[in-house]
């Protein structure tokens, strides 16, 4: 729309930051930590907890009628009950048991969960908890549309930031009579709404007008218990206000301490950047009712219009190897996998070969036709940038008189770009703009190759044209970076044949550095050695690449940037934690040399003047005659006081020569 058609856009991204499932998987996850973090526990209490947690999950599996989600919760009772057995045994055999203890704590985190809120639930209240796992999901979601170069928004809001446009917002459609406050929650009338002449319920989805199940997952989980229902007027209304229960974000309002509810957090947003009205709305198939319906008959009732949203954009679902793919079923591939296998343009030129509006499938088959897209269009690129290298660029050459085979070729070119601003015009096809532009690769791969046969000059600049156009068209598609190169520039992404390409280079270079070390060792320069190094543990990393010198060869691994990144870190830490001990270590010896040097420097006729309390009489040596009570030392004794005293005469005798060879004097 932007960068093809022109439109002056703004983009405005909303961030539900506060919903049910968030505060909830909040809580669990803030249990769970503290849970973890009381070292006290021993293995048979921890094992004890599981068992307890277990039976109310067990209800809840059996109670749940979802045949999918009942699945997923059995599957989870099954590998705790298994990781339960293998500490158990772990404890009899006494062998494996911090890795069965590591297991089992895995298994169990949803269980211990779902129990640990049951129980502590109602005690967290603190609002900067529940925005931690947002605020962490927000950042991880930047960082893979970063990684799959899609553009970010002009405009972000956070519901957190909004809750006084919130309640201003709610309070409006209370005036307006389409809204009521009950039990300090405030609920949309859909009836009034409805009944009314100038608007009209659940427009996208008229048929749904009704439908509780989904009413009710509209409404979250801790929306739908039997006194809230009570709250209502009818089954069909919603919350625009909750008020908040133990256990929950709160925020001050006129009818008390509560939240927004999930639906009036969009209107609000994007009205308070958009305005009265939105050109366009975009979101999953699955968000048309209640969530969508809902949206626009709340902000219609606040505005007073009929018309808050003029085109939806409802994208389609995306499967899994033909299997549904849900977060809330475990069932699904992030995207940082995906990106582990697979580059970032491969991803989008899946996602362009299929319509937007749907059901979209993720499996090997349906990435080989992405990747044999890409082949396709990249091998007929690098065609023609060996054409443009080996054809006069300037001058009289450069230009070459069109026949037959160039004219059938311009009119295929022209043909292909009318077909695709049409599949652009009927609802952004991109499916059908995709075929277009592998017909037009064809159709210039016969038109070359016939040239080739014929031994006759290619056309360079029709040529070069088709090329730019295909660059265009994929840069706006955003499957090429934008830049002023023809074709797939190889440093967007790391491409399936990185590897084929790079590694020429980096043998050459790794054979080159290991003569050098060859010769330095020989020549003995450790600056030389050094260097060596240096671009080994510096320089390389940040290009993505690792050198392993392994008995006197390299091994080259290319490996993922921030990763090599972690590795040096954890490589200087280790480093700086040696560099600790080692002067640990050397203070300690110092200390013990210095204490070894005070004794030694006593001279021995003085050693044992300064034990009166022992003695009372000393010889002419220093060593003592009589004790304390005045009593000649016995033979014996005195012998043993000779021993030390020998012993003391030869410590100081050397520490005098060590300082007299270290003042230089004899």
Not at 374 to 394: A, C, W, Y
Not at 457 to 486: C, H, V, W
Request: charged residues 30%; glycine residues 4%; aromatic residues 8%.
């Amino acid at each position: 729309m932007q960068d093809y058609f022109k439109y002056d856009i703004v983009y405005c991204m909303n961030i539900t930051d506060i919903d049910d499932k968030i505060i909830k998987r909040a809580r669990q996850s803030y249990l769970w930590e503290k849970y973890l973090s009381e070292s006290s526990r021993s293995d048979d209490q921890l094992i004890a907890d599981i068992e307890t947690a277990e039976k109310p999950f067990s209800i809840k599996c059996s109670a749940e009628t979802d045949p999918d989600k009942k699945n997923m919760l059995e599957k989870m009772l099954t590998n705790v009950n298994k990781a339960l057995t293998d500490i158990k045994g772990a404890q009899k055999s006494k062998q494996n048991i911090d890795d069965a203890r590591k297991n089992l704590l895995k298994n169990a985190k949803d269980v211990m969960s779902d129990w640990l809120d049951g129980k502590h639930g109602s005690e967290v209240t603190d609002n900067s908890i529940f925005a931690e796992l947002p605020k962490k999901f927000e950042e991880e979601y930047h960082e893979d549309m970063e990684s799959l170069n899609v553009l970010p928004p002009d405009v972000l809001t956070r519901v957190s930031e909004y809750i006084p446009e919130v309640i201003e917002f709610v309070q409006k459609i209370i005036d307006n009579d389409f809204a009521y406050e009950s039990n300090s929650s405030v609920y949309f009338n859909t009836m009034k709404f409805s009944n009314d002449p100038n608007h009209f319920y659940a427009k996208l989805v008229p048929e749904a007008f009704g439908d509780s199940k989904a009413l009710q997952e509209g409404e979250g989980d801790l929306s739908i218990s039997a006194d809230r229902l009570g709250e209502k007027k009818s089954l069909n209304d919603f919350a625009l206000w909750k008020a908040s229960k133990p256990g929950e974000p709160s925020w001050e309002s006129p009818w008390g301490k509560g939240r927004p509810g999930w639906h009036i957090e969009c209107s609000v947003m994007a009205s308070m950047i958009l305005g009265e009205s939105l050109d366009i709305h975009t979101g999953g198939v699955d968000l048309k009712f209640p969530h969508h319906d809902n949206e626009m008959a709340q902000a219609e009732a606040h505005y007073g219009n009929s018309h808050w949203v003029r085109y939806f954009i409802h994208s389609g679902h995306l499967t899994i190897a033909g299997c549904k793919m849900s977060k809330s079923l475990k069932n699904f591939i992030t995207i940082k996998e995906a990106l582990s296998k697979y580059s970032s343009r491969q991803l989008r030129l899946l996602y362009l070969l299929h319509s937007w509006k749907d059901t979209m499938d993720y499996s090997d088959s349906t990435m080989e036709a992405a990747m044999t897209f890409e082949k396709h269009v990249g091998e007929f690129f690098l065609t023609v940038k060996d054409i443009l290298r080996n054809q006069p660029s300037k001058g009289f050459d450069s230009y070459q008189k069109w026949n037959d085979d160039e004219m059938s070729l311009n009119e295929k070119f022209s043909e292909k770009k009318v077909a695709i601003h049409s599949a652009l015009c009927d609802s952004i096809d991109t499916k059908s703009t995709m075929e277009c532009i592998r017909d037009l690769v064809t159709t210039s791969n016969v038109y070359i190759a016939k040239k080739a046969s014929e031994k006759s000059l290619p056309n360079r600049l029709l040529l070069k044209n088709i090329a730019k156009y295909i660059t265009s068209m994929l840069q706006i598609f955003g499957a090429i970076e934008k830049s002023e190169d023809l074709g797939f520039p190889h440093s967007s992404g790391r491409s399936a044949n990185v590897e084929e390409l790079v590694m020429p280079y980096l043998n050459t270079f790794a054979n080159f550095r290991e003569d050098v070390r060859q010769v330095a060792r020989q020549q003995k320069s450790s600056e030389i050695l050094k260097l060596c190094d240096t671009v080994r543990d510096e320089t390389l990393p940040d290009l993505g690449v690792r050198l392993e010198d392994i008995e006197g060869r390299t091994v080259i691994k290319l490996v993922d940037k921030e990763t090599l990144m972690k590795e040096k870190e954890e490589r200087l830490r280790l480093e700086e934690q040696k560099r600790i001990e080692k002067e640990k270590k050397k203070q300690e010896a110092e200390k013990a040399k210095a204490a070894k040097d005070a004794i030694a420097k006593i001279p021995p006729s003085e050693m044992f003047l300064n034990e009166k309390d022992k003695y009372s009489a000393f010889g002419d040596d220093g060593i003592p005659t009589h004790d304390n009570e005045g009593k000649p030392i016995a033979k014996a004794q005195l012998k043993k006081l000779k021993k030390l005293y020998d012993a003391q005469e030869k410590k100081y005798n050397e520490y005098m020569s060590r300082q007299c060879t270290a003042n230089g004097t004899s």
